[in-house]
């Protein structure tokens, strides 16, 4: 089972930026896909961006295309999600997870979900 750790939330004025971390350990990040989820309070998770193992196929909900960037550096073991121009309705914990990417989705092939990171956009 893959093994990541999600960092680099917190409490940002609308219109900031966030640059969060998906770290891997015990395993080679690049044989995976990674996928970059949220829930708000009271609601699902909702898929937000993934990336191919590789990083030549990327997706985004529409939400956030033209503000978030997903990233991957293989040689760190490492996933980012840039989050720029930061709204209130981004406010959610952030979670990654190994997916598959099928046409446009990005479908998690775990069940289990870790802690995840807070991300808190508010004046």
């Known amino acids: 089972q893959l093994q990541l750790v999600e960092s680099g939330g917190g409490l940002v004025q609308p219109g900031g930026s966030l640059r969060l971390s998906c770290a891997a350990s015990?395993?080679?990040?690049?044989?995976?896909?990674i996928g970059w989820f949220r829930q708000a309070p009271g609601k699902g998770r909702e898929a937000v961006s993934c990336i191919s193992s590789r990083g030549h196929i990327i997706r985004y909900v529409d939400s956030v295309k033209g503000r978030f960037t997903i990233s991957r550096d293989n040689a760190k073991n490492t996933v980012y999600l840039q989050m720029n121009s930061l709204k209130p309705e981004d406010t959610a914990v952030y979670y990654c997870?190994?997916?598959?990417?099928?046409?446009?989705?990005?479908?998690?092939?775990?069940?289990?979900w870790g802690q995840g990171t807070q991300v808190t956009v508010s004046s």
């Open positions: 015990g395993f080679t990040l690049d044989s995976s896909a």
């Open positions: 997870a190994a997916v598959s990417i099928i046409q446009a989705m990005c479908i998690p092939r775990s069940s289990t």
